[in-house]
């Protein structure tokens, strides 16, 4: 699933393949909207992403060559739209550490797997 959604984010090319994902959540993300209760900012959050909107430093950088397009938390890789959310370095020790969390809380092991953890998406 990670790889999947790596690639849908990173390859623009494949656009009926990517097509397809979106109406797909589009479809779970309604569904799961009318079953629970989402705040303003999650609601936000998740159409950012599902809608490539969230001003990445890459992004700032096409359009302001001033800027860095390096990620402001590591320094090192450019700060893409999947890097920002899920790869860079420091914020896999986040999601490592929220996922070691959940496990102790809900005691069942959770899979370290962006599209459940970034977008809400039922394994």
């Given at each position: 699933m990670?790889r999947?959604y790596?690639?849908f984010?990173?390859?623009?090319?494949?656009?009926a393949?990517?097509n397809?994902?979106?109406?797909?959540?589009?479809?779970?993300?309604h569904?799961?909207?009318?079953?629970?209760t989402?705040?303003?900012?999650?609601?936000t959050?998740?159409?950012?992403?599902?809608?490539?909107?969230?001003?990445?430093p890459?992004?700032k950088?096409?359009m302001?060559?001033?800027?860095s397009p390096?990620?402001?938390?590591c320094?090192?890789?450019t700060?893409?739209l999947?890097?920002?959310?899920?790869s860079?370095?420091?914020?896999?020790r986040?999601?490592s550490?929220?996922?070691?969390?959940l496990?102790v809380?809900f005691?069942?092991p959770?899979?370290?797997?962006p599209?459940?953890?970034?977008?809400?998406?039922p394994d």
């Amino acid at each position: 699933m990670a790889r999947l959604y790596y690639h849908f984010y990173s390859n623009s090319s494949n656009m009926a393949c990517r097509n397809v994902i979106f109406f797909r959540y589009l479809q779970i993300r309604h569904f799961i909207s009318k079953s629970t209760t989402l705040t303003t900012n999650n609601t936000t959050s998740h159409f950012k992403i599902l809608h490539r909107t969230h001003i990445t430093p890459a992004l700032k950088n096409k359009m302001d060559t001033n800027a860095s397009p390096l990620c402001s938390k590591c320094n090192s890789e450019t700060g893409n739209l999947i890097h920002c959310f899920w790869s860079c370095v420091k914020l896999q020790r986040y999601w490592s550490g929220i996922v070691k969390e959940l496990c102790v809380i809900f005691g069942v092991p959770i899979e370290l797997n962006p599209m459940c953890l970034l977008l809400g998406l039922p394994d």
